[in-house]
C-alpha cells in the first residue's frame, strides 16, 4: 500500500484552501470583551491544551458556571479541582506556558476559544476565594494572560448535533470506566474499580 500523499508547507495548505473572510481575520481580539467576559460566564465546560517536550496534552476541566474566573481584560483564574493527579497540563505549563481554551456553552452552538501563557499560582488568598461551599479550595490556580481571544462559528456543533437530547447516548451503549480499565490493566478488579468511581463521582467529587 503506498503512503498517502501529506502536506508539509504551508503554501502547500493554500493551494487546496480558500483565503479567510476578512471578518474571520479580524474578529481575532487581543483582550476579553464583554461579550467574552459573558459568554465565559455561562461556560460550565473547557478543554485546554498544554504543550512540552514530551508532547501535547489535551483535558477537561468543568464545574458551575462562572467557574474560570475573569481577572481583567487580559486575565484568566481557572482553579485546579480534585482530578487524577497525573498532572499533564500542570507539568506541560512548568515547562512551556502557552495553552489553548475552548469553552463551551450547553445549548449555543458557538465556542469562545482564548490561547495565552499561563502560570501556576498558589497564592491563599486566590485559592481561598475560588473555594467550594467556602471550604473546599483548590490546591492551585492558573493564571491565564490571554494573548487571542475570539468566537468560533457553530457549524462543528451543528455537524454534530452535539445538544440534541434525542441524539444522548445510553449508559448501557458503553461499559462503565472500571470495566474497561479491568480490561486494559492487568489484575484490575472490576467491580472493586467501579465501586472505587462511583465514590470519586459523587462523595469525592470536590
Known amino acids: 500500500m503506498s503512503e498517502p500523499q501529506a502536506i508539509d508547507r504551508s503554501d502547500g495548505l493554500r493551494r487546496i484552501y480558500d483565503p479567510p473572510a476578512e471578518m474571520t481575520t ?5 483582550r476579553l470583551d464583554d461579550h467574552c467576559r459573558r459568554f465565559i460566564a455561562l461556560s460550565p465546560f473547557l478543554t ?8 501535547t496534552d489535551c483535558s477537561p476541566r468543568g464545574d458551575e458556571p462562572g467557574f474560570v474566573r475573569v481577572v481583567d481584560e487580559r486575565t484568566l483564574l481557572l482553579p485546579d479541582r480534585r482530578g487524577n493527579n497525573i498532572l499533564d497540563t500542570l507539568q506541560n505549563v512548568l515547562t512551556r506556558p502557552d495553552v489553548g481554551l475552548l469553552f463551551l456553552v450547553p445549548g449555543l452552538n458557538e465556542t469562545l476559544r482564548v ?6 499560582v498558589t497564592d491563599p488568598a486566590v ?10 479550595v483548590p490546591s492551585s490556580a492558573m493564571e ?3 494573548e487571542q481571544v475570539y468566537f468560533h462559528c457553530g ?3 451543528l455537524r454534530s448535533d452535539l445538544w440534541n437530547p434525542e441524539k444522548k447516548v445510553g449508559r448501557d ?30 462523595t469525592n467529587l470536590y
Not at 490561547?115 to 501556576?120: D, K, L, V
Not at 485559592?127 to 473546599?136: D, F, P, T, V, Y
Open 115 to 120: 490561547n495565552g501563557r499561563a502560570r501556576i
Open 173 to 202: 451503549a458503553f461499559p462503565p470506566l472500571g470495566t474497561v480499565l479491568a480490561d486494559q490493566i492487568k489484575g484490575v478488579d472490576p467491580d472493586l474499580a467501579n465501586q472505587r468511581l462511583a465514590v470519586a463521582y459523587t
Open 155 to 157: 457549524r462543528a456543533v
Open 26 to 30: 479580524r474578529k481575532i481580539l487581543d
Open 144 to 146: 491565564i494572560t490571554v
Open 48 to 55: 485546554i491544551a498544554s504543550t512540552s517536550e514530551g508532547g
Open 127 to 136: 485559592l481561598q476565594s475560588m473555594a467550594i461551599k467556602g471550604r473546599i
